[in-house]
């Protein structure tokens, strides 16, 4: 019984395995019966994908659309029936539910003329061609990684570079945006021509075989796949994410096209190299390749375009890095690094880093750091983090912090954080911070939400403390005041009149003031205010300085009456009156300290709105 159970189950397990095998069936191996007449090729494609329920993908410059396939065959592969489309040298390959069709394979490096070199130098020429389409591939690197010779293909296809005698051995790389990158050995020592063939890359799924449909646009790709029963044409643009600095404005002014289009052929190409002196971006002692190279000493005379520095850079004009700079940088006009920035820039006009920076930038106009920076930033205008601020910026004019500051910004007119301020912002004019959990000090400080300080003429928080306030007191009969800010620290502007047109007073000031709980519905309110008192004459100065102690009560969120006692100072130069003007301030039982200042004890009583 035991042996029959054993059987069974061994023969249904054999029965599964090629069930499944059957059902994993290739795409290539499915029997399909096809008849066609004269039709274009793309439409017969179609055709053999809506039967076998499967998508075809391929680069559009090696399908010619414009051939017309006659067929008629029963239960034939797919594999036979492409074979018979595209007679010889294609290849087919699987790629999940995707049939990929490409050329064959050249991989052809073909040597066309040769000569010996009677110099100390030989020179190697020819064309890079597509292994794909047999096309010339125009703007591709040709370079010698070891000797940091290079060239680049014309819109021919067509390069020559030369190479020096003395070396025994020689390689040239062929790397080009959208290819496999290719190296060939070739013989030193001889005058040459050749052909190198280059593939282009594969992806998977979505997309099978991709090449440049523009070669003067080296972004643009173009991929075909089958999309709802139909051949799509599709174009696409591929990010090159290796061109930073060369997309800004400086590096758009000083770098060259050809430079440009190196950059994006050699992305994954770098070397090091202990010292570097250039003339101009392109003259430099590590040739066109200084691109790529990060040099541990670099000198420009009147600026420089490399791959990084990881020492000392001095630029008589400018400096420009592809990557990070480290650890001193010092440019006549400007400093521009595509990566990070650790250590010390100086540019007399303007410094950049477009990753992350620590350390010190000094730059007489404006400092630039993409991402977030430690350390410190100082400049006659302007300075930006397009990140976390960790430390100090004092600009000449504004500061400028993307996400939280951790520190100071110091500026002649305005600070700007949209994010949180754990620091201090001195303003001349104006500072704003979405949360200040911090000190802001400027004539106009504006935040979100505070838990904070602000000291200034204007506080504004746009979810915190706004009062309206009407009230009396011992000296000037009607005021108002508005109070904003927080219940930390909130700011008043204050005005008043006296209402007896006899005895005139009018009243303008500023304070201070803090608002304590001690119960559901009491607080206390400590405030310090002082105001001018215009009595008659311009010529003098009246000044009333208060010092408040109000208890108030609320009835409800947006009303409240509050009093108090209050200790004045005042202090005057005025000798006489002026008719209808009030003149004896200060009562006859203050204290006299000589001849202008008397002090007492009075009241405050009002209301608060909102």
Request: charged content about 15%.
């Amino acid at each position: 019984m035991k042996g029959r159970i054993k059987v069974h189950f061994v023969t249904a397990f054999v029965t599964i395995l090629f069930a499944g095998a059957a059902t994993a069936q290739s795409n290539l191996s499915k029997t399909i019966s096809l008849t066609v007449s004269k039709q274009p090729i793309d439409q017969v494609l179609e055709i053999l994908s809506n039967k076998g329920d499967f998508y075809f993908s391929y680069n559009s410059n090696i399908v010619s659309r414009d051939t017309l396939i006659t067929i008629s065959e029963n239960n034939k592969t797919v594999r036979q029936l492409l074979d018979m489309i595209f007679k010889s040298g294609f290849e087919f390959r699987e790629s999940g539910n995707y049939i990929i069709i490409r050329r064959a394979p050249i991989k052809l490096t073909l040597v066309t003329s040769k000569a010996v070199s009677e110099n100390k130098i030989y020179i190697v020429s020819g064309y890079i061609v597509d292994d794909q389409t047999g096309k010339h591939v125009s703007y591709a690197s040709i370079y010698e990684k070891d000797r940091l010779a290079s060239a680049m293909t014309n819109e021919q296809g067509y390069f020559k570079i030369k190479l020096k005698s003395r070396y025994k051995t020689a390689s040239l790389t062929v790397s080009k945006e959208f290819y496999e990158d290719t190296t060939v050995v070739i013989e030193p020592k001889f005058n040459q021509q050749i052909t190198i063939t280059i593939m282009p890359l594969e992806v998977t799924e979505q997309s099978a075989i991709i090449s440049p449909k523009n070669y003067e646009a080296p972004d643009s790709i173009v991929i075909a796949v089958r999309q709802n029963d139909s051949i799509q044409w599709l174009y696409t643009y591929k990010k090159t994410d290796s061109v930073r600095v060369e997309k800004t404005t400086l590096g758009d002014w000083f770098i060259s096209s050809k430079l440009k289009f190196q950059t994006i052929n050699l992305k994954r190409f770098f070397i090091a190299r202990p010292y570097q002196v250039s003339i101009t971006p392109g003259l430099s002692t590590n040739g066109k390749l200084n691109g790529q190279v990060i040099n541990t000493v670099s000198l420009n005379l009147f600026g420089g375009y490399s791959g990084g520095v990881n020492g000392f850079e001095l630029g008589g004009l400018f400096n420009i890095n592809k990557k990070d700079v480290r650890y001193v940088q010092v440019g006549g006009i400007f400093n521009a690094g595509g990566g990070d920035m650790e250590g010390v820039q100086v540019g007399g006009i303007h410094n950049s880093a477009l990753g992350f920076a620590t350390g010190l930038q000094i730059a007489g106009i404006n400092n630039f750091v993409g991402r977030s920076y430690t350390g410190l930033q100082l400049s006659g205008i302007y300075n930006h983090v397009g990140g976390r601020l960790n430390g100090m910026q004092i600009g000449g004019i504004a500061n400028y912090s993307n996400k939280d500051v951790r520190g100071m910004q110091v500026a002649g007119i305005a600070n700007i954080n949209p994010a949180e301020t754990k620091g201090v912002q001195i303003g001349g004019i104006f500072n704003y911070t979405r949360k200040l959990t911090g000190l802001q000090v400027g004539l106009i400080n504006v935040s979100d939400t505070s838990e904070g300080y602000s000291l200034g003429l204007i506080n504004i928080v746009r979810t915190g403390y706004h009062k309206l306030v009407f009230f009396t007191n011992d000296v000037v009969t009607a005021n108002f005041a508005f109070k904003t800010g927080n219940r930390k620290l909130y700011s008043i502007l204050l005005g008043g009149l006296n209402t007896d047109s006899k005895r005139m007073i009018y009243s303008y000031g500023y304070g201070l003031g803090t608002e304590k709980y001690i119960g559901k519905w009491f607080s206390i309110s400590p405030e310090i205010t002082s105001q001018y008192l215009h009595l008659g004459s311009w010529d003098h100065l009246n000044l009333l300085n208060k010092a408040n102690l109000n208890l108030n009560i609320r009835f409800g969120k947006h009303f409240s009456i509050f009093g108090g006692p209050a200790f004045n100072v005042y202090y005057s130069n005025q000798t006489s009156a002026v008719p209808d003007y009030k003149f004896d301030i200060a009562p006859t039982n203050s204290y006299k300290y000589g001849d202008h200042v008397n002090a007492w004890f009075g009241w405050n009583a009002g209301i608060s709105l909102f």
